[in-house]
């Protein structure tokens, strides 16, 4: 009889729970189920459907290697899963499966089905940073707020630091690789690294070299500051667990130190976590509803002229659509622009949310519905922020501040290559670029009358 491994958003080899558990049974085999008609479903971008093909071949290597039968099926939709694992589970005589537990309602439901109709057992085993994953108070409630859920997940992980697991001995001299068909439009992606090897050197390099400095260099969008880790964790060539392990031998203690850039890197792995409950906690913002529920009541304009000129990155606002363009060409934006151009949306053009966080997710390559979907209601003040609604971004303020010499807006919007100053910032007349298509000042009062209204 053979284990089963079957991978979802976890394609790596090294620090796997569940492929570590399946080669332990002493003969397995592993599988992706590519559900095409789900992810079309729920948006996917052309250049992750790249990625996870070139991902899903990356690790068809490095299970060949260790002489693991690896297959790539093709299941369709989520409902069709449990049916399509049965008939796998009896024509490859396998007597147990091994697999990640996802957090998200239509994956609790699809693994909800297939361990109630599956001939085998489905052993779901823990994937998360945090052990036991859910961090909660000592009440038992969840955490609404970020700031308190990081101390307790700070303090518990002095207590309980997660050990990386090692790559599992080849089980048989390796095999011919399978590999993973296109499954529908693609845009190139081969600009992301997708091997384990390369993956983790982008780690080692960024924590030894960039982390340190974090702090200051992170809201710079000119700047190389950030990791750029974002995808590999999406799609888990890469575990939050060897973020950690990678940062503390290069970092020491500094990482528990919420001042140092280490240490602040370290809350942006939380603040993923923290999202990730906030999903299993609060189904509601699953289902497309929003975190704080009178703020369903909040009366968005909703022009679609508006909205197309956003996605376009048209909008007369540099730093707005220096952000958006670098979406377009790039799928992938610097997180201070992914706020900037997400406030702009919600609380200067006035769109519902839900428009923005799915533009995102049809362009990103890191696209993740969990921060995406907190990053969206974050910065439409409808989801778990602190910070009351009166938070709006000026964007003219934010571009001098953090492009102040418009290095970065030069690179997107060629329109300016000549201009500086206030004239880069907050150009006026020029000709092939637009004028703002809206005010500042009365869309920030706009804004602020939406939100004084729900309180009627
Ligand atoms: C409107 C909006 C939408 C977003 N959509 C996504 C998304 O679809 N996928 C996604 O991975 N991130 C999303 N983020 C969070 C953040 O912008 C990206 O994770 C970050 O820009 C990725 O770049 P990096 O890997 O260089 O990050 P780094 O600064 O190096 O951070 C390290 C890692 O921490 C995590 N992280 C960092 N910031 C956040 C955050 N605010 N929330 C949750 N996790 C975070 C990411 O996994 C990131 O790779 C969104 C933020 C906003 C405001």
Redesign the pocket.
Request: glycine content about 8%.
């Given at each position: 009889m053979t284990a089963l491994v079957w991978f979802r958003n976890d394609l790596r080899c090294l620090d796997h729970p569940a492929l570590s558990a399946g080669v332990e049974q002493g003969s397995c085999r592993a599988v992706y189920l590519l559900c095409p008609q789900q992810l079309d479903e729920h948006i996917i971008a052309p250049i992750r459907r790249q990625y996870l093909r070139l991902a899903l071949d990356a690790l068809a290597a490095e299970l060949a290697a260790l002489g693991i039968p690896f297959d790539i099926i093709d299941a369709g939709h989520f409902r069709d899963v449990p049916g399509v694992l049965n008939r796998y589970c009896q024509q490859h005589r396998i007597s147990e499966i091994f697999a990640h537990e996802e957090l998200l309602l239509d994956e609790i439901e699809r693994d909800r089905q297939c361990a109630e109709t599956l001939p085998v057992p489905l052993h779901l085993l823990d994937d998360c940073l945090l052990h036991p994953k859910l961090v909660c108070k000592d009440n038992g409630e969840p955490y609404k707020v970020f700031t308190p859920f990081s101390r307790r997940c700070r303090s518990r992980l002095r207590e309980y630091w997660p050990r990386c697991l090692p790559r599992p001995k080849p089980q048989a001299a390796p095999i011919k690789a399978t590999s993973a068909p296109v499954f529908g439009e693609e845009k190139d992606a081969t600009d992301w690294p997708v091997s384990e090897r390369d993956v983790l050197a982008q780690l080692k390099t960024?924590s030894r070299e960039r982390a340190p400095d974090?702090g200051r260099q992170?809201d710079f969008p000119a700047e190389e500051g950030?990791?750029?880790?974002?995808a590999a964790?999406?799609l888990g060539l890469l575990s939050p667990r060897q973020c950690l392990a990678r940062l503390q031998l290069e970092c020491g203690d500094a990482l528990w130190d919420t001042q140092s850039g280490a240490g602040i890197?370290f809350n942006?792995?939380l603040?993923?976590e923290f999202?990730r409950q906030v999903c299993y906690h609060f189904p509601q913002v699953v289902r497309g509803r929003a975190f704080k529920p009178h703020t369903e009541h909040l009366q968005w304009r909703n022009n679609r002229e508006e909205f197309a000129a956003w996605q376009r990155g048209e909008t007369g606002y540099p730093i707005v659509d220096a952000g958006m363009r670098q979406l377009l060409t790039t799928g992938w934006?610097?997180?201070r622009l992914?706020?900037i151009t997400?406030s702009f949306l919600c609380k200067h053009l006035h769109i519902d949310w839900r428009w923005?966080e799915a533009h995102?997710?049809a362009h990103?390559i890191?696209?993740?519905f969990a921060?995406?979907n907190?990053?969206?209601q974050?910065?439409a003040s409808t989801g778990t922020d602190a910070v009351p609604y009166f938070r709006i971004f000026n964007p003219t303020t934010q571009s001098k501040r953090f492009d102040a010499d418009g290095r970065f807006i030069k690179r997107y919007v060629p329109e300016l290559s000549d201009h500086k100053g206030n004239a880069l910032h907050l150009p006026p007349n020029v000709k092939y670029y637009p004028n703002p298509i809206v005010d500042h000042a009365e869309s920030r009062a706009f804004t602020l009358a939406l939100f004084e209204k729900l309180k009627d």
């Open positions: 960024f974090y992170r950030t990791s750029r880790l974002s964790l999406a890197w942006e792995l603040w993923r999202y934006m610097h997180n992914r706020m997400a923005g995102f997710l990103l890191d696209a993740d921060s995406n907190g990053g969206w974050w910065a």
